[in-house]
């Protein structure tokens, strides 16, 4: 019924016998909003093309990344997703010993336990709002000879977050590699947080984004990585697949990554309701929100279970993300992401009502 990346609608829609559109699922982290209009009417436009190949370099696309992320284009390596960079990546990189937060997204750990890689944890906690400590990272590494630190940012399900300012402190005093997952970066403000403009000056700093969550395209699977170290982009081509983003993708990506409008409004609309999201829990005896800079909430409950919650929902077809099996977390944790304001509207009540 659940996954790493939210429920599985189509299973539930099936079991339920009901439409897909009924379910209101708060766990799979993808805005509510419709995506781009103008990448939208692009595609339609163009739709003819998917008689053709995709042109092998996709220079359009990767011009409209550059420009988007201001990076240089020779920096940009695609892939089908955010998680399938990630996994590479890693791989090139092969670490003995890496450094992960906890809790923290799986496939870092699943991914470098694949290689053997001596995992080590950053537990971050509840006593301290799951703040993550620069100071701490960086004496950790020293200290342990990391090879590789890998993190979201900001973190899921947490939504703790590290500026731009403390990334490069971090590169500066360790020798370590970086991978920034930056999947949730574009809900926050990118100046202070997005490490983009590292990119040139550390090669060893990796930037990972998909664009599945702020988007709302996981089914167009489009993903992209930056990263200044020739070799590793080198050893990284080797082993890609010919034509491996589809033209839908393609097309998709040259335009909506220039829709301003669209990003701006996106970004607002989140920024507005994670703040009266997290107002309207606080409300509630016996749940307290995380402070989060993504566009989904952690909520502890303070005294029994998230069980209630999570079954009590579930028949009134309302899905969020249990966290008890997340390291570092139990099962007094769950996690929602920011829906349309009508099922957030929905949800809030529904949690009202449940006696707790």
Same mark, same amino acid.
């Given at each position: #019924?659940?996954?790493?990346?939210?429920?599985?609608?189509?299973?539930?829609?099936?079991k339920?016998?009901? @439409?897909? &559109?009924?379910?209101? @699922? !708060?766990s799979?982290?993808?805005?509510?909003?419709?995506?781009?209009p103008?990448?939208l009417?692009f595609?339609?436009?163009?739709? @003819?093309?998917?008689?053709?190949y995709?042109?092998?370099s996709?220079?359009?696309?990767?011009?409209?990344?550059?420009?988007?992320?201001h990076?240089?284009?020779d920096h940009?390596?695609l892939?089908l997703?955010a998680?399938?960079?990630?996994?590479? !990546?890693?791989?090139?990189?092969?670490p003995?010993? /890496?450094?992960?937060?906890s809790?923290? *997204?799986?496939e *870092?750990e699943?991914?470098?336990?694949?290689i053997?890689?001596?995992?080590?944890?950053y537990?971050?906690?509840?006593?301290?709002n799951?703040k993550?400590s620069?100071?701490y990272?960086?004496d950790f590494?020293?200290?342990?000879?990391?090879e590789?630190?890998? !993190?979201?940012?900001?973190?899921?399900?947490?939504? /703790?977050?590290?500026?731009?300012?403390?990334?490069?402190?971090?590169?500066?005093k360790?020798?370590a590699?970086?991978?920034?997952?930056?999947?949730?970066i574009?809900f926050t403000d990118?100046?202070?947080?997005?490490?983009? &403009?590292?990119?040139?000056?550390f090669?060893?700093?990796?930037?990972?984004?998909?664009?599945?969550?702020?988007?709302?395209?996981?089914?167009?699977?489009l993903?992209?990585s930056?990263?200044?170290?020739?070799?590793?982009?080198?050893?990284?081509k080797? &082993?890609?697949?010919?034509?491996?983003?589809?033209?839908?993708?393609?097309? #998709?990506?040259?335009?909506?990554f220039?829709?301003?409008?669209?990003?701006?409004r996106?970004?607002?609309?989140?920024t507005?309701?994670?703040?009266k999201?997290? @107002?309207?829990?606080?409300?509630?005896?016996?749940?307290m929100?995380?402070?989060?800079?993504?566009?989904?909430?952690?909520?502890?409950?303070?005294?029994?279970?998230?069980?209630?919650i999570v079954?009590?929902?579930?028949?009134?077809?309302?899905?969020v993300?249990?966290?008890s099996?997340f390291k570092?977390?139990?099962?007094? *944790?769950f996690?929602?992401?920011i829906?349309?304001t009508?099922?957030?509207?929905?949800?809030?009540?529904?949690?009202?009502?449940?006696?707790?």
């Amino acid at each position: #019924m659940q996954n790493f990346h939210g429920a599985n609608l189509f299973e539930i829609a099936q079991k339920n016998h009901v @439409d897909i &559109n009924e379910i209101m @699922d !708060f766990s799979s982290n993808i805005n509510p909003l419709s995506p781009s209009p103008r990448a939208l009417k692009f595609l339609k436009e163009n739709l @003819d093309l998917i008689r053709t190949y995709p042109d092998p370099s996709y220079n359009n696309l990767k011009n409209s990344i550059s420009s988007y992320v201001h990076c240089h284009k020779d920096h940009i390596i695609l892939g089908l997703g955010a998680t399938e960079l990630l996994i590479n !990546f890693i791989n090139i990189i092969d670490p003995k010993k /890496s450094l992960i937060l906890s809790p923290s *997204y799986s496939e *870092y750990e699943n991914n470098l336990r694949n290689i053997g890689s001596q995992i080590y944890y950053y537990q971050l906690n509840f006593d301290n709002n799951f703040k993550i400590s620069c100071d701490y990272i960086i004496d950790f590494i020293n200290k342990n000879n990391i090879e590789l630190f890998v !993190f979201s940012n900001p973190n899921n399900p947490t939504g /703790s977050i590290l500026t731009n300012t403390e990334i490069k402190k971090i590169l500066n005093k360790t020798k370590a590699y970086i991978i920034v997952d930056e999947t949730y970066i574009e809900f926050t403000d990118m100046d202070i947080y997005s490490c983009t &403009n590292l990119i040139s000056s550390f090669d060893r700093l990796i930037v990972t984004r998909g664009t599945s969550k702020f988007f709302g395209i996981p089914g167009l699977r489009l993903g992209y990585s930056l990263n200044s170290n020739v070799e590793i982009i080198e050893k990284f081509k080797k &082993n890609q697949v010919l034509w491996q983003i589809n033209i839908c993708a393609d097309i #998709m990506g040259q335009e909506m990554f220039k829709d301003k409008e669209y990003i701006e409004r996106v970004f607002k609309y989140i920024t507005d309701q994670r703040l009266k999201l997290t @107002d309207e829990i606080k409300k509630i005896n016996n749940l307290m929100p995380i402070e989060s800079k993504g566009n989904f909430i952690l909520v502890k409950v303070l005294k029994g279970t998230n069980k209630i919650i999570v079954e009590k929902l579930k028949k009134d077809l309302i899905f969020v993300r249990d966290c008890s099996n997340f390291k570092g977390l139990d099962d007094t *944790y769950f996690r929602f992401c920011i829906l349309d304001t009508k099922s957030n509207e929905i949800f809030i009540k529904k949690l009202k009502d449940i006696k707790l």
